[in-house]
C-alpha cells in the first residue's frame, strides 16, 4: 500500500470517526503541517457534502473521480448478473398462448360434449328433428340436444 | 377528384353501422333474395352448426318455371336434396339402394330469404356491416336485426355485383354466430344443367292437409302465421303425425301432434348452442312438440298458447 493510500484511509477514518483520540490528534497535526494532505481532506470534505445534497460547485470534481477510478486495480471476480427480464417476450408468449387456446376452442371437434339431462330424451324427438328440417337450413346435421323437465303453472298446466 | 373519394368515403362512413331506410333495406333484401333465386351459379359451401361441420355443393341455375337447384352433402352419407318449382326431394344412397323422399319444403344457403323480404321490415331493423371478402369475391355484410326476442338475427353477405349472399350468419342477441355457411369457392354465371334424376321409385304423397283440426294455436309471436298443416308418415316412425309450420318468413318453428296415450311429461329441449329449442306438453288428448330455431320465448309462447279446440 503506498502512502498516498495509507493518508487515504486515516483521512477517510478520521472524517468517520473511527480514530482514537491519539490518532485523531496526530492527524489534525499532520494536517497543519502538510499541504498536500489539507487538500485531500477538502476534497474528501466536499464529496461528503456532495453525497449530502449539501452542495453543487466543485467545477472539475467529476474529472478527479473518473482519474481515481482509473487507478482502482481491476476486479476480476465473477459478478451476480440481475436475472435477464424480457417482458416483451413474456407478452408475446402469453399472446401466443391466448391465440392457440382461442383456435383450439373454437376449432370444430369430433368429439360430442355429453349432454347435462335432467330428463330423459324423449325416444321420437329425432324423426321430428328430421321433418323440420323441410323448412330448417341443415342438411344433414341433426343438432345435439339437451333435455329438462319444465314445471307449467296456471291453464297450461 | 380528391374532394370526390372523401365524399363517397363519408357516404360510406355514415351508411356502416346505421339502420337503413325502409327503400334501401327493402332493395337490399330483394336484391338478395332474387340472386339467390335467379342468377345461374355453381360453388362449394361449408356449413357449421356448433362444434359440427359440413361441406356441401350447390348448383342453382333459373328455368322457364323459376329455378332448380342441386344440394350435395361432400362429407358423411351420401345425400341430395333436388328443388324445383314443384318441389323436393331428398335422394339418399342407402348401401346399394337409393332412398327418396319428398320434402314438404326447400330451404337452403344461399336461398335463404323468402321471394318477398320486405314484412319482414316489420320484424328485423337492417343495418350495413362491413364490406369483406368471401370466396375471393368481395360482399357487403348486411345485418338484419331483430326488433324482439321472437327470431335471431341475421348477416349476410351480399356480392357486390349481384347481390348473391356468399356467406350467412344466424346470430343470438349477443351477435354470437350460432350458424355459418360461406362459400369456399363459387362461380357465378352459366351453371351447368342438373344431371338427370336417378330413376325415382314410387313414392307415396308426403302429406295431405289437415281436415279437422283439434287442436288451435292461440299465442302466435308477432308476425309469425301458420304456413303449413298436414298429416304425414315420418321416416323411421309408426303411424301418422299431424305436422305445423309457423313461420315469420325468415324463422321457422314446427309443431307436432300425436295421441297422447299416456300422460305427457312437459320437457324444455334445447340444442347445444342453444340455436334450437323445444318443447312438449299435453294439450287436450294430444302430445304437442313445438320445436323450431327459434329463440325460447318464441317456442314457448307457441307451446304455451295451444289449447284443445272445443
Not at chain 2, 100 to 109: D, I, Q, S, T, Y
Not at chain 2, 256 to 281: C, I, Q
Request: aromatic content about 6%; glycine content about 6%.
Amino acid at each position: 500500500m503506498n502512502p498516498a493510500h495509507e493518508h487515504d484511509e486515516s483521512l477517510s477514518a478520521f472524517l468517520d470517526g473511527e480514530l482514537s483520540d491519539q490518532q485523531a490528534r496526530s492527524m489534525i497535526r499532520r494536517l497543519g503541517e502538510d499541504a498536500v494532505l489539507r487538500a485531500r481532506y477538502a476534497e474528501y470534505c466536499a464529496t461528503g457534502d456532495i453525497l449530502r445534497g449539501h452542495r453543487h460547485d466543485i467545477p472539475d470534481l467529476t474529472d478527479k473521480i473518473m482519474a481515481a477510478l482509473d487507478q482502482e486495480p481491476t476486479l476480476l471476480a465473477p459478478v451476480k448478473k440481475p436475472p435477464n427480464r424480457r417482458p416483451m417476450l413474456w407478452l408475446a408468449a402469453a399472446a401466443t398462448a391466448a391465440i392457440a387456446w382461442g383456435l383450439w376452442s373454437t376449432a370444430p371437434r369430433q368429439e360430442t360434449a355429453v349432454p347435462l339431462a335432467a330428463a330423459t330424451p324423449p325416444s321420437d324427438v329425432v324423426p321430428y328433428l328430421a321433418a323440420h328440417q323441410d323448412y330448417a337450413q341443415s342438411v344433414v346435421t341433426q343438432p345435439e340436444m339437451n333435455y329438462s323437465l319444465v314445471s307449467l303453472s296456471g291453464a297450461a298446466r | 377528384m380528391k374532394v370526390v373519394w372523401l365524399l363517397l368515403l363519408c357516404a360510406t362512413c355514415a351508411q356502416a353501422g346505421s339502420p337503413l331506410s325502409q327503400a334501401d333495406a327493402a332493395a337490399w333484401l330483394q336484391k338478395m333474395a332474387d340472386a339467390s333465386r335467379h342468377l345461374s351459379y355453381e360453388g362449394v359451401f361449408v356449413m357449421r352448426q356448433g362444434d359440427t361441420m359440413q361441406t356441401l355443393s350447390v348448383s342453382n341455375r333459373p328455368t322457364a318455371q323459376g329455378y332448380e337447384s342441386l344440394l350435395t352433402a361432400l362429407d358423411g352419407s351420401q345425400r341430395e336434396v333436388r328443388c324445383s318449382q314443384s318441389g323436393a326431394v331428398t335422394v339418399m344412397a342407402d348401401g346399394s339402394q337409393i332412398k327418396v323422399e319428398k320434402r314438404l319444403n326447400h330451404r337452403h344457403f344461399p336461398v335463404l330469404l323468402p321471394a318477398n323480404p320486405l314484412p319482414l321490415l316489420n320484424w328485423y331493423e337492417v343495418r350495413l356491416g362491413d364490406t369483406a371478402r368471401v370466396a375471393g369475391l368481395d360482399c357487403r355484410n348486411v345485418e338484419m336485426q331483430p326488433r324482439d326476442a321472437f327470431r335471431w338475427g341475421y348477416v349476410l353477405c351480399a356480392e357486390k355485383d349481384s347481390g348473391l349472399p356468399l356467406k350467412a350468419m344466424v346470430v343470438n342477441g349477443s351477435s354470437q354466430p350460432l350458424m355459418q355457411s360461406a362459400f369456399a369457392e363459387v362461380k357465378l354465371g352459366a351453371a351447368p344443367r342438373l344431371g338427370a334424376a336417378p330413376a325415382l321409385p314410387a313414392m307415396p304423397e308426403a302429406a295431405r292437409q289437415v281436415e279437422t283440426e283439434q287442436v288451435v294455436a292461440k299465442n302466435l309471436p308477432p308476425g309469425f302465421t301458420r304456413i303449413a298443416a298436414v298429416i304425414r308418415h315420418l321416416p323411421n316412425m309408426q303411424g301418422e303425425v299431424e305436422h305445423w309450420v309457423f313461420s315469420d318468413g325468415l324463422t321457422h318453428i314446427s309443431l307436432f301432434l300425436t295421441p297422447a296415450h299416456k300422460p305427457v311429461e312437459t320437457v324444455k329441449g334445447e340444442s347445444t348452442h342453444g340455436m334450437v329449442n323445444l318443447m312438449r306438453r299435453q294439450v287436450g288428448d294430444f302430445q304437442a312438440t313445438v320445436l323450431g330455431d327459434a329463440p325460447w320465448p318464441a317456442v314457448e309462447a307457441i307451446a304455451l298458447g295451444l289449447e284443445p279446440k272445443k
